[in-house]
C-alpha cells in the first residue's frame, strides 16, 4: 500500500477539492484508495460522508493517529490512502509528511500560495521525503495561451526545490457544484476537461508512488481534455 500526503502551508489552496477528487480518481481507475481527514475543518468528511460506501471511504483522524490508520488500511486490502492534512500547527503537517511515501503541495498561482509553498517544500525536503507541487484553480487558456500569472508560477517554482506535475487544474465551478452533490467531478456529466486534468493529475502521482519515471512532460498549454478524455476506460494496477 502506498500513502499520498496533499499538503498547504495556507487555507484557501484547494488542498481538500485535490484531496477528494483524487481519491475518487482513483477508485474510478481500479485503485482501492481511502481518505483520511486529518484537518480539523473535516471539509472532506462534509463532502464524503452522506455517500452510500462512505464507512470504507472516509476516515476522521489526527496527526497522532495517521500511524495507526495507515496499518489498519493496509490490512483492510487498500491500495493507496490518501491523507488531507491541517495546514497548521507545522507539527502536525510534519506528522503527515512523515509517514508518506510521496507528498503533493498544492498552491494557486498567486504570491502567497507559493510562498506558502515553499515552506511546505522546505518541511517535505527537511525530513527527507519524496514530493511534487501541484497548480490548482488555474485560469483556463486563452487561445492556446497560458495566462502570465500560470506562466510566472511556473517559473517561481522552478527554484522551490520539488518538480512541479506538468498537469494543472483549472478554476471551475464544476468542482463545487460536485461538492454540493457530495460527489467528485468524475461523477459528473459534460465536465469532461475537468475529469481529464483530474484524471491526468492523479496518473502522475501514482506513477511517482509506484517509482516509474514521470509522465513525458507536457506544458500547460496542451488539450488536456482532448488527450485523457480519449481514454475514459483506464484502469491503473493496484500496488502491493
Known amino acids: 500500500m502506498k500513502t499520498l500526503a496533499v499538503v498547504s502551508r495556507k487555507g484557501g489552496a484547494g488542498k481538500t477539492t485535490v484531496a477528494v477528487n483524487l481519491t475518487m480518481a482513483a477508485r474510478a481507475m481500479g485503485v482501492k484508495a481511502v481518505l483520511a481527514d486529518a484537518d480539523p475543518q473535516r471539509s472532506a468528511c462534509d463532502v464524503l460522508k452522506g455517500r452510500e460506501e462512505s464507512a470504507g471511504l472516509i476516515f476522521e483522524t489526527s496527526a497522532s493517529k495517521l500511524f495507526a490508520l495507515i496499518e489498519a488500511s493496509r490490512r483492510a486490502g487498500a491500495d493507496l490512502l490518501i491523507i ?21 503541495a498544492v498552491a494557486r498561482p498567486t504570491y502567497l500560495d507559493l510562498a506558502a509553498a515553499v515552506r511546505a517544500v522546505a518541511i517535505i525536503q527537511r ?11 488555474c485560469a483556463p487558456p486563452r487561445n492556446g495561451v ?16 520539488l518538480p512541479v506535475a506538468p498537469v494543472v487544474l483549472r478554476s471551475r465551478v464544476a468542482y463545487q457544484t460536485a461538492f ?13 476537461a475537468a475529469c481529464a486534468e483530474v484524471r491526468a493529475l492523479f496518473i502522475e502521482v501514482w506513477r ?5 519515471a514521470p509522465a ?25
Open 84 to 104: 488531507d492534512t491541517p495546514a497548521t500547527p507545522e507539527a502536525d503537517v510534519a506528522e503527515a509528511v512523515k509517514v508518506a511515501d510521496l507528498c503533493l
Open 127 to 137: 525530513l527527507g521525503k519524496e514530493g511534487v507541487i501541484a497548480l490548482n484553480q
Open 146 to 161: 497560458e495566462p502570465p500569472q500560470v506562466v510566472k508560477a511556473f517559473e517561481a517554482l522552478r527554484f522551490a526545490g
Open 180 to 192: 454540493a452533490q457530495m460527489r467528485s467531478v468524475m461523477e459528473l456529466d459534460g465536465q469532461q
Open 208 to 212: 511517482r508512488l509506484r517509482g516509474e
Open 216 to 240: 513525458p512532460v507536457r506544458t500547460a498549454n496542451d488539450d488536456l481534455g482532448r488527450a485523457w478524455a480519449a481514454r475514459p476506460g483506464l484502469r491503473l494496477a493496484p500496488t502491493a
